[in-house]
């Protein structure tokens, strides 16, 4: 057997476990409302322990399921063999020794895993790739999404592929130029909404009763399925050696729920010996899931059911890291699990850390959106509190490409780049990011000596 389809969608509170087909057209319990993940129940191979060769052995095939870094993993996958799989041959990306990251961060070696090297530019096409399949298998007409920018690019991209009419609602003023050019060349209905993204994402939620729509949000269980497979591709690189820590950024909580995920199959089917720590990192003015740790015990938590109240959303969210500007999660709860579980931490960092860890990853030659260097600002602080060791194996995922957001990198190094005004007893003066590591562009008198003065500084 190949491809499995003997898997199905569970609601994840502990009190209720409803079941559901993995082709019904749901995205939350008909019972409870309780989120959905997906579980495997049956083996995914006769042998699991001869997946890695496979898997390693597809990386020569011109097929372009093989030439997928998530579909090379299909055992893993909710589908059946002959699926109609929408691909842009995601995944594939590089990890790079960052020396210059580590060394900031206090480390002896620092690893980063670039999933801004997708095909859109981000790490959401690796999710993309599963949940818009999973619409042609549906047979819906449209597929929905909100987005702070990196997943209205990948849903326009992979609707485009599949001839699926698109629809993308972002909070107005709000979403980079970047993204906003990708979604609107691929074709995406770009609808610009009067508000932020948590209200993007309620009006999205509104639409679920639609049966001709399929609702592509990270609540979407799909998308999950896809994006876990990073854990087995990140292991593949690292030779099955699992390291001490993975840190990602943490918005909607998708991502860092997805790894998880992915991780724990890996060890359920005694692919690894153990769990990475896995800690989140999120902006200090955009922190909810940041709120809850470090508020007493939560190691029940793993697997007790977990209080709806216990993450308080916040109304208004403020990071210039656009990409985790959210106040309300939607996968807090998975996430939450998924982090207790493995002994990771939920942190935060301010503006001007993740400024200037995104100049230091940038000095690696290594590019990356604002959102991605919380990880080297969430490090640091996790070096200096202890609860890293200068010689762990840590491993960064960085989400986006440093195209994304230009104008936030060029006021950076210009010394022109200014924190939001959450505390509004701050001047403008007091809230300019200082730029320690600021590389400004000199302008120059257009003759050879001056050139070669400029060249020996
Ligand atoms: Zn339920």
């Keep these: ?155 326009a991209a992979y609707a485009a592929r599949a001839g699926l009419r698109c629809a993308i609602l972002i909070p107005k003023g709000q979403v980079s130029h970047a993204k906003l050019a990708q979604s609107l060349d691929y074709g995406a209905r770009v609808l610009e909404i009067e508000g932020n993204f948590d209200d993007c994402m309620r009006l999205v939620r509104d639409l679920r009763e639609e049966e001709s729509v399929y609702l592509v949000n990270s609540i979407n269980p799909y998308r999950i399925e896809g994006q876990k497979t990073v854990a087995a591709e990140l292991m593949e690189q690292l030779h099955w050696r699992v390291p001490d820590h993975v840190v990602v950024p943490g918005g909607n909580l998708g991502n860092s729920t997805a790894l998880g995920k992915g991780f724990s199959e890996l060890l359920d089917l005694g692919l690894i010996e153990r769990l990475p720590r896995l800690s989140v990192i999120q902006a200090a003015g955009a922190a909810p899931f940041g709120q809850i740790f470090g508020n007493g015990d939560l190691s029940n938590l793993a697997t007790d059911p977990i209080p709806n109240d216990l993450l308080q959303p916040l109304r208004h969210p403020q990071t210039l890291a656009s990409a985790i500007k959210i106040g309300a999660p939607v996968s807090w709860k998975k996430a939450l699990r998924r982090v207790v579980q493995s002994g990771g931490q939920v942190i935060t960092v301010s503006e001007n850390e993740i400024a200037d860890a995104r100049a230091i990853i940038g000095r690696d030659g290594v590019g990356c959106e604002p959102a991605s260097a919380t990880t080297v600002a969430g490090i640091k602080r996790l070096v200096a509190t202890g609860h890293i060791n200068s010689s762990d194996r840590v491993v960064a995922v960085l989400t986006g490409h440093v195209l994304k957001d230009t104008d936030y990198a060029i006021k950076y190094h210009s010394e022109n780049l200014f924190s939001p005004n959450r505390d509004s007893d701050k001047t403008k003066e007091e809230r300019r990011i200082k730029a320690t590591y600021g590389n400004p562009p000199r302008r120059v008198k257009a003759d050879r000596k001056t050139i070669l003065q400029e060249l020996g500084r």
């Design 1 to 155: 057997m190949e491809a499995l389809a003997t898997s199905a969608q569970f609601c994840i509170e502990p009190q209720c476990g409803a079941c559901f087909g993995l082709n019904e057209h749901l995205y939350s319990c008909s019972h409870c409302g309780g989120l959905l993940d997906i579980a495997r129940t049956g083996d995914p191979h006769d042998n699991p322990q001869n997946l890695p060769a496979i898997w390693e052995a597809r990386r020569t095939s011109f097929e372009p399921r093989d030439r997928s870094g998530v579909w090379r993993f299909r055992e893993l996958l909710p589908f059946a063999q002959d699926a109609p799989i929408v691909t842009l041959e995601e995944g594939n990306t590089p990890l790079y020794e960052a020396p210059r990251s580590a060394g900031y961060c206090g480390l002896q070696a620092l690893t980063l895993k670039h999933q801004g090297c997708n095909p859109t530019g981000s790490f959401k096409d690796t999710g993309m790739t599963t949940a818009v399949t999973q619409a042609l298998i549906l047979g819906v007409r449209t597929v929905v999404c909100a987005s702070t920018g990196n997943t209205a690019a990948s849903l």
